[in-house]
């Protein structure tokens, strides 16, 4: 794999872009803050032949390249970025569990198919550290072993998946759907599948956005590891999520400190009892994050307040990791597809959106579990009966009856 060093500073929005795209596309890179490491900052100057531009991103091969835009990494990190064609029976538009589920099953009935994601295959599965709840694996599984696998099923059955390229508004061609893509390509398909699943909620506090990356992050498998040794990590969100999270976080920190807003945990009794058992977790209830304090660009001060007793709490953990909820990430499709109030896409009992040829399925879709195992059920019941439409329209080739 390709060793990636990224040279930057806290308070550098373009250093926090570079990070998040290489951690959503779990490349490993060793991250130096220019700020903190003088014979880092000389290494940048002599790089540049006296410049101190960051991002200074350096790859193994010696190559650098100074404040790329995602496009340069992607290309140089060998991402496939085109479809090889412009026309397909169907497009599955995300390559999550339920894209990729979708995927699988479309391949094995001959349905020509294309994935398109615009960031890493295998969704917010694969950034979570283990998965205790998907039948079949009785000790539980790696969230990036368990979305590997759903790939590398993809690719055996010849599926065309394309990454970090963002799929615009959908559009209808007469019966046909249209999908323009980030890379400047154009789709057109008999039908597609929306399944771009959802990104963890922020918590709306002035100055999140300048922290993120800085002290703010929002997925402990990908950057709990920069504090270890840390003396004590704050986790916001006393869900699943959350408890499962604080856990792995532990193993780097003496203390965990978890906040959770409503009078009582809402995980599940098992995880509770995880947490329970090992004195290295405080638990806060009825508790409210209030403001998030910076210091030289990064994270210094978390402010909350005791909602039963009005206290005003004070911490200074080296980091902060945020479980609150999940919104959809439907940006694109507010102006062609119906949203519920709170952004999902509304479907009918056979997944089908107000587009017609358009189904969702999975985290994206109004009235799912959230669930990984039901998404990959809402994945392939969408390919069933976009698989029905295409065979009304006479779209396909001839499609296997069953799967």
């Known amino acids: 794999m390709t060793k990636i060093t990224v040279y930057g500073a806290p308070w550098c929005p373009d250093c926090r872009r570079v990070k998040k795209f290489l951690t959503e596309h779990r490349a490993r890179y060793d991250w130096v803050d220019i700020d903190q490491d003088a014979r880092a900052r000389a290494d940048v100057q002599r790089l540049q032949n006296g410049g101190q531009t960051i991002p200074a991103v350096v790859f193994d091969d010696g190559a650098m390249m100074v404040n790329p835009p995602n496009l340069a990494i992607a290309t140089k990190l060998g991402l496939n970025l085109r479809a090889e064609r412009d026309f397909y029976d169907l497009a599955i538009i995300g390559g999550g569990p339920a894209g990729l589920a979708a995927a699988i099953y479309a391949a094995r009935e001959g349905i020509d198919a294309v994935v398109v994601d615009r960031s890493a295959l295998g969704g917010q599965a694969g950034a979570t550290q283990l998965i205790d709840n998907y039948p079949g694996f009785p000790e539980g599984i790696g969230g990036a072993d368990l979305a590997a696998r759903f790939i590398a099923q993809s690719r055996r059955y010849g599926v065309e998946l394309v990454s970090a390229v963002e799929v615009g508004e959908p559009a209808l ?229 069953n799967a």
Request: glycine share 12%; hydrophobic share 40%; with cysteine.
């Open 173 to 401: 061609d007469g019966e046909d759907v249209t999908l323009p893509l980030s890379s400047g390509q154009q789709l057109c398909v008999g039908a597609a599948i929306v399944a771009t699943g959802s990104s963890y909620r922020r918590l709306g506090l002035p100055g999140e956005e300048e922290l993120i990356g800085a002290g703010v992050h929002y997925c402990a498998t990908c950057d709990g590891p920069f504090y270890r040794g840390a003396d004590e990590l704050l986790v916001v969100g006393g869900g699943n999520s959350g408890l499962e999270e604080a856990m792995f976080l532990s193993q780097f920190a003496e203390r965990v400190r978890i906040v959770e807003h409503s009078s009582e945990l809402k995980a599940s009794p098992l995880v509770q009892n995880k947490i329970a058992e090992h004195p290295e977790f405080t638990v806060h209830t009825n508790t409210e994050i209030t403001a998030l304090t910076a210091k030289a660009g990064k994270l210094h001060e978390v402010t909350a307040r005791d909602a039963v007793t009005g206290e005003l709490l004070t911490w200074r953990p080296a980091a902060a990791f945020v479980y609150i909820g999940m919104d959809p990430n439907t940006g694109f499709l507010r102006q062609c597809l119906r949203l519920d109030q709170w952004g999902f896409v509304t479907t009918d009992d056979m997944l089908a959106t107000s587009m017609p040829g358009v189904y969702a399925a999975g985290d994206v879709r109004a009235g799912s579990t959230k669930q990984l195992g039901a998404a990959v059920g809402e994945g392939i019941t969408a390919l069933i009966h976009a698989r029905q439409h295409l065979q009304r329209r006479g779209v396909t080739r001839s499609l296997a009856v």
